[in-house]
């Protein structure tokens, strides 16, 4: 994996270490080579984290990261 240089769509994002923790993770945001479908839930906290774990359901090797709309766009 190669760090992501210049805009990432989840720049400026925080993620939890669980539920309920105050901890925030340290993370390293990262060029993207895959695309994934994965199950979330709904619920979210007031810092817009999901409030459930996030699974995944399948990977799509079909399809290349450019041709997938940004995450809420």
């Known amino acids: ?37 994965a199950e979330v839930d709904v619920a979210r906290d007031a810092a817009g984290r999901w409030s459930h774990a996030v699974r995944l359901h399948r990977t799509r090797p079909g399809l290349s990261p450019n041709a997938v709309p940004p995450f809420g766009g």
Do not use: C
């Open 1 to 37: 994996m190669t760090p992501a240089a210049g805009e990432h769509p989840w720049r400026g994002r925080t993620f939890a270490a669980g539920w309920g923790s105050g901890d925030v993770l340290d993370v390293t945001l990262v060029h993207p080579q895959l695309v994934v479908e």
